[in-house]
Nanobody, 119 residues
Framework: QVQLVESGGGLVQPGGSLRLSCVVS????????MGWHRQAPGKERESVAF???????NYADSVKGRFTISRDNAKNTVYLEMKSLEPHDTAIYYC?????????????WGQGTQVTVSS
C-alpha cells in the first residue's frame, strides 16, 4: 500500500509562515508529480502548487510569490513553504502525488492538514 502523511499545519497570525511536509511511503517504483491542494469551508478543492520530477513548478495565481513548493526525491517528500499568510489561505491542505507502482501511473491523496490564519 501507499501512505501519504502530512504535517506542519496549525494556527498562525496573518503575515506569518508555515511549512507543510508530506512523506510518501510504500511499495513505489517512482514518483512523478507531487503537489498540494486545499479546500476551504464551503468551497471546492483547488490546486495550490505542483512540482514535476524535473523540478518544474506551477502555482495558483493566489499564492504566487508567497508559497514555494519543493521536493526531496531521496526522502519521497514534498514541502510547501507558505509565507505572508492571509485569512483567505485558511483551509485543509492535501498532499497529492502521481506515482508508478509497476502497473501504470496512479494518484494518491493524503488525509489533509488544517491551516488556520487568524488573529
Amino acid at each position: 500500500q501507499v501512505q501519504l502523511v502530512e504535517s506542519g499545519g496549525g494556527l498562525v497570525q496573518p503575515g506569518g509562515s508555515l511549512r507543510l511536509s508530506c512523506v510518501v511511503s510504500g511499495m513505489i517504483i517512482s514518483i512523478n508529480t507531487m503537489g498540494w491542494h486545499r479546500q476551504a469551508p464551503g468551497k471546492e478543492r483547488e490546486s495550490v502548487a505542483f512540482i514535476t520530477r524535473a523540478d518544474i513548478t506551477n502555482y495558483a495565481d493566489s499564492v504566487k510569490g508567497r508559497f514555494t513548493i519543493s521536493r526531496d526525491n531521496a526522502k519521497n517528500t514534498v514541502y510547501l513553504e507558505m509565507k505572508s499568510l492571509e485569512p483567505h489561505d485558511t483551509a485543509i491542505y492535501y498532499c497529492n502525488v502521481r506515482l508508478n507502482r509497476g502497473f501504470g501511473l496512479q494518484d494518491y491523496w493524503g488525509q489533509g492538514t488544517q491551516v488556520t490564519v487568524s488573529s
